[in-house]
């Protein structure tokens, strides 16, 4: 697999949300708008590209016995970086997100790349993989919460696109369902014609 293609499939073939169905709780629950997504899968694409980094630098020296509570430290380190440095520079964002940032650390995505990827690869190629599937989820999680954000609110990224009163069921949890059904089913459509 050559790098472009370790960066395209985490896209399109490895979508995390549209085609592997991971980091549901996440993309559920933080997807009310579309800085929100954005803010949740930029935080969850540093730590993945950081995480998958380190765990392919020290994979040869942590026993077997211990790997998962290894690479769960790991990745805790970083999301306490991420968690830091978001109170202290996007205070807001970081409210709204609230007690998902913690939850990085368990995001299946996260932990699954680093057992199936980086603890497999060098460290650049891992740093490609952590980008791509990275840059999939964030785009998920921006697309499903700008969805949500127009037919909930009328907006996108707070700017208001028509007057008068959006569909509160889309700023609800109902509508994080239905949105992510629909947005599935096209992404879906329009890879299989791709293929």
Do not use: H, W
């Amino acid at each position: 697999m050559n790098k472009l293609q370790l960066i395209t499939k985490g896209l399109i073939k490895e979508n995390p949300t549209f085609a592997l169905v991971l980091g549901m709780c996440p993309t559920l629950g933080t997807t009310t708008s579309a800085a929100n997504g954005l803010g949740m899968g930029a935080a969850t694409m540093f730590v993945l590209i950081l995480s998958n980094i380190v765990i392919s630098l020290v994979k040869n020296v942590i026993p077997d016995k211990v790997r998962i509570p290894a690479f769960i430290v790991i990745i805790a380190s970083f999301v306490t970086v991420v968690q830091l440095c978001m109170e202290a520079f996007v205070p807001d964002l970081y409210a709204t997100l609230g007690v998902f940032i913690p939850l990085i650390v368990v995001n299946c995505i996260i932990l699954g790349r680093a057992e199936a990827f980086a603890s497999k690869n060098n460290a650049f190629d891992s740093a490609l993989d952590g980008l791509g599937i990275g840059l999939g989820f964030t785009c998920s999680l921006t697309v499903l919460g700008a969805v949500r954000e127009l037919l909930g609110s009328g907006s996108i990224f707070g700017a208001r696109l028509y007057e008068g009163d959006g569909m509160l069921i889309f700023v609800l949890a109902p509508g994080a369902f239905i949105a992510l059904g629909y947005l599935m089913v096209v992404f879906n459509k329009l890879t299989a014609k791709s293929k």
